[in-house]
């Protein structure tokens, strides 16, 4: 699917838009750019699985080609329950934001609308934060009245907290796996004496009526 | 030219603060998947780590695993690691530009890879602007931030592989309930049969002395 001309063709990038993406980018909170190239046909999906009560921040940028064309495309993002939570149809760029009601796989998935540029592909931006990332720590600063030095340290601790909170989490997850592999491993001894219990017993039913048949037919 | 000197010098600045991350995602790869990410400046740290979270694998207990190559914007490999279920990495960018990430799937059963990349950069002299100080403390601040990342970085790598042996649990304890049930009911519908055999060996339509 992919070969060097995926990566000549998306170094290429006119340098003016690039400069204008980066400064865009520079001026949000710390998060994720990954580039997807979409085919044109056909569906890329990324998920994640998330917490309850989590933030999701996430922008989405198309390419333009090297010839000024920008190829539209759509978005669909699914909670793990199936709810629909953003669809947009024949965009270039876009963002959403939601908080995490339920715990589990949040499904983004995009898919190319230009059919007519035949075999064009369309490269993606997808800037996706989750959590700390997703702070908006322009409003901390200014209603703290707190700049430079001071605000990175405070991101820092943030960024402290995040690792402490997620700890806990793999700690409590662990927790529930180890009950899982518990109650597995006392179901395998349960389920193995019943096996042999229901053999002898089957095996004792057979003889049994196998007997009673052979002596009503007066054989035994 | 000076114009575009003084543009670099500002986005120098703007992106001083900027370290790229990325969410610990997911894609699902049939056979080949690439993910693309900008590396800034020469000499960057890219790291990451991807772990091969939802696979099927019935008889074998070990997991066949996928092809992970990294190429430079020059078209070089600059990484690759061969049939892995999951591995960390780390390497410095020869050169700014965009690299690209690829994972192959050499087996027909579409695997899930969750993976994470992090480009970090600590500022330099060579990022600045002739007229621009170095400020020993941003300096610090970067370290610490990149010390931080790699915790968050090996924590993302630890949730992938606790959900890849949740996965793995979860499948146990179906295959135990499901197998034994099996089991049980296979047992007993076969000494049923075997019975009615006999019994149909023994049938009037069939002359017992032939038995």
Redesign the interface.
Same mark, same amino acid.
């Given at each position: *699917? #992919?070969g060097?001309a995926?990566?000549r063709r998306?170094?290429m990038f006119p340098s003016f838009l690039f !400069?204008t993406l =980066?400064?865009a =980018?520079?001026?949000a909170p710390?998060?994720? #750019? $990954? +580039?997807?190239?979409l085919p044109s046909t056909g569906t890329? %999906? !990324? @998920? /994640? /699985?998330i917490q309850n009560n989590v933030v999701v921040l996430a922008d989405y940028v198309v390419v333009p080609e090297d010839h000024g064309h920008i190829p539209a495309i759509s978005v669909k993002v699914t909670s793990p329950y199936g709810n629909n939570l953003h669809h947009m149809e024949n965009v270039t760029h876009g963002q959403f934001a939601f908080t995490t009601q339920e715990a589990g796989?949040y499904l983004a998935c995009f898919w190319s609308e230009s059919h007519t540029q035949g075999g064009g592909e369309a490269?993606v931006n997808i800037d +996706?934060?989750?959590g700390i #990332?997703a702070k908006d720590w322009e409003s901390v600063a200014r209603k703290e009245k707190i700049e430079g030095?001071e605000l /990175?340290?405070r991101?820092?601790e943030g960024?402290?907290e #995040? $690792?402490h909170e997620?700890?806990l &989490?793999?700690k409590s997850? /662990?927790a529930e *796996?180890r009950t899982? @592999?518990e109650?597995?491993n006392g179901?395998?001894a349960w389920?193995s004496m *019943? @096996?042999l219990g $229901? %053999?002898i017993a !089957? @095996?004792g =039913?057979?003889v049994w &009526?196998?007997k009673r048949?052979?002596q009503k037919?007066k =054989?035994i | 030219m000076k114009r575009w000197g003084k543009m670099w010098a500002l986005m120098g600045l703007l992106l001083l603060n900027w370290v790229s991350n990325v969410s610990s995602l997911s894609v699902t790869v049939n056979d080949v998947e690439c993910v693309y990410e900008y590396v800034l400046f020469e000499g960057d740290t890219v790291s990451g780590n991807f772990v091969v979270v939802d696979h099927d694998i019935f008889w074998s207990s070990d997991h066949p695993g996928i092809d992970f190559t990294v190429t430079s914007p020059g078209g070089n490999t600059v990484h690759n690691l061969r049939g892995t279920s999951g591995d960390k990495f780390e390497f410095k960018a020869p050169q700014s530009g965009m690299y690209k990430f690829c994972f192959h799937n050499p087996y027909s059963t579409p695997e899930t890879v969750s993976f994470y990349i992090h480009v970090g950069h600590i500022p330099t002299e060579n990022n600045l602007a002739k007229d621009e100080h170095l400020d020993p403390i941003n300096v610090k601040i970067a370290e610490l931030r990149e010390a931080l990342e790699t915790v968050t970085a090996e924590q993302k790598y630890l949730k992938a592989r606790d959900a890849r042996h949740r996965h793995t649990n979860e499948s146990t304890r179906k295959r135990v309930i499901g197998y034994t049930v099996g089991e049980y009911i296979v047992l007993a519908l076969v000494s049923a049969l075997q019975v009615l055999y006999i019994r149909s060996l023994f049938s009037k339509s069939v002359a017992y002395n032939r038995v």
């Open positions: *699917m #992919a060097n995926d990566v998306t170094v !400069v =980066l400064v =980018l520079s001026n710390v998060g994720d #750019a $990954i +580039w997807l190239n890329k %999906c !990324v @998920s /994640e /699985e796989n490269s +996706w934060k989750t #990332a030095v /990175e340290l991101k820092l960024a402290v #995040a $690792i997620n700890l &989490y793999l997850r /662990e *796996m899982v @592999s109650t597995t179901r395998v389920f *019943m @096996s $229901i %053999c !089957v @095996s =039913l057979q &009526y196998l048949f052979f037919k =054989l | -």
